[in-house]
């Protein structure tokens, strides 16, 4: 989706990013963000109930399910208004965390299993690895719940790249994606200052709010993705991890010259 009106900046140009630690949202940025509307969502709708009958004792799913009751206004171990309410949340797309949680323990399930597989873009993998390589911590922030994104990053289409990623977080460990505060409980958590932390992500919104706690941003706004028309603000901005220079620092630090990107043969 390409406008001729104006001269807009050159989508594929290089952006700088320092950072010690980076942390990536998943979908529309690490990854398309139909595979979770188009894949994940129809997969736990369709086992919902014959997950809560068959695991009902497991402390975990308990607590989501007294949640979903208390939240809906259901009755005590009613299963099938539960499930309503849990696919009603589906359907309106709502960040639920009961939700998520059995979606996630759905999802890990089908992930073990080899039903479900991953998808990263193609730029992701290789950048990840290089970023890893050279120093850096990674980490990842989506509103799935860290046992989805766990199963996500290490069932992927590239092999398991869970190896790389140090830490996860969620909507329930950080807090929502649109507040500041969030992203200095992960900065606190990771025991690393604002300035060590960059956020890669496709929404202004969640962007603006990791600037808020002093992270540096990188706007990802791929071709296709539901949010990438609507750009990414004034936040750096790339179609590609492939664009971005890593340098292993934040910015303050003054590193000096970057490294080479290729060694001499
Ligand atoms: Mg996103």
Partial sequence: MTTRAGRPADPSAPVDLRAKVVVLDIEGTTSPAGFVVDTLYPYSRARFASWIEAHRDDGELRRALADVERLAGVPAGDVTAVVRALDRWLDADEKVTP????????WDAGFAAGELTAPFFPDVAPALRAWAASGA??????????????AYVTHSGEGDLSVLVSGFFDTRTAGPKREA???????????????????LS????????ARA??????GVCRPGEPYAAAGVGDHPRVAS??????????????PGPPARSRPPR
């Fill in 202 to 209: 496709d929404r202004r919104e969640e962007l603006d709010a």
């Fill in 241 to 254: 991890f492939a664009q971005i220079r890593f340098t292993p620092e934040p910015a303050s630090r003054h």
């Fill in 137 to 150: 911590r990674l980490l990842v922030y989506s509103s799935g719940s860290v046992a989805a994104q766990r």
């Fill in 213 to 218: 706690a002093g992270w540096a941003t990188v």
């Fill in 181 to 199: 505060d969030s992203y200095r409980t992960i900065a606190r958590t990771a025991g690393a200052d604002g300035a060590d932390l960059a956020f």
């Fill in 99 to 106: 939700l998520k949680t059995v979606q996630g323990q759905i």
